[in-house]
């Protein structure tokens, strides 16, 4: 039996050994086999030297290293070395040991001995950011569990570990614009969530920034969701709903009560939020519209300029 652990990095010169180090190390006494898939994400620093050194050295362990032509994100990067793994099954970790190597061995130890669960998730036991980050990611989960037909696991990570059939199943899901969480819960099978704590990041900085999230976060929901499309539908009944009972209120005071009715601020008003409403929902078509024109020029996930790899 063989584990396989997909490591995505994009500039993680500091991190790539020490992670390796730290592996080797917890995996000592493990009892089966395991490779490592590093994903080389198109870095500017040193990771992809890092990396060859490692495959040149370290020939007691079974490395691969797939190099991107440029930054394809760590979805496209979690695809590819998904791709170019061969284990039983597969472990998603992080290279800056955020997520300890030892969480993998618990995972290990329920997909072995507990047969109904395809796959195991950590989610962070407490997180660690302010009171805003936290506030924002539960109110997306909110927002994405009632839209989307998936079910997300409030704070679970990509953090993973899986068997052979469930990566045949993500290796399926072709789609480019590629929102992990989602395309984990859609598949199916049976996940069972453990606690993990969260490590500070060895070295280096985190890719995440708060427009980054945003826009991550409007990715998930129309990857997984078509309900905002529909929005104009509703907005367009309710506005025509109330135009309705306005003009009967119009035309009954004006024929009963002879009221004659005025409202240069209200005709104005009126222009710019219904004006505003059409711009909004075509910008919500318009992405939806976006996407589909991406995907069907059909291009590839990723793009690989390199991949060292050891007949076994
Ligand atoms: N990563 C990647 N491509 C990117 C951004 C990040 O492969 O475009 C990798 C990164 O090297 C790390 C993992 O994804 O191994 C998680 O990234 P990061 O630590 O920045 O995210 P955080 O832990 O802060 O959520
Ligand atoms: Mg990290």
Known sequence: MKLSLVVPCYNEQDNVELFYEETVKAFNNAGFDYEFVF?????????????????????ESNITVVSFSRNFGKESAIYAGIKNSTGDYISLIDADLQQRPEVVLEMMGILENEYE????????????????????????????????????????SDFRTFTRGVADAILEMGEYHRFSKGIFSWIGFNTKFIPYEVQERNAGETKWSFTKLVKYALEGI?????????????????????AIVYLIVVIVQRMFFNVAV????????????????????????????????????????YIAKEILKRDK
């Open 39 to 59: 994903v080389n994400d198109g870095s500017r620093d040193k990771t992809l030297e890092k990396l060859r050194k490692l495959y040149n050295e370290k020939t």
């Open 117 to 156: 669960y395809d796959c195991v998730a950590a989610y962070q036991a407490s997180r660690k950011e302010g009171s805003v980050m936290t506030g924002f990611k539960s109110g997306f989960y909110k927002v994405i569990n009632k839209l989307s037909e998936v079910e997300l696991h409030a704070d679970a």
């Open 222 to 242: 129309t990857a997984f969701s078509t309900k905002p499309l529909k929005l104009a539908t509703y907005v367009g009944m309710l506005a025509s709903l109330a």
């Open 262 to 301: 005025s409202g240069y601020a209200t005709i104005v008003g009126l222009i710019l939020l219904l004006g505003g409403i059409q711009l909004f929902c075509i910008g919500i078509i318009g992405s939806y519209l976006a996407k589909t024109y991406i995907q069907s020029k059909n291009r590839p996930i």
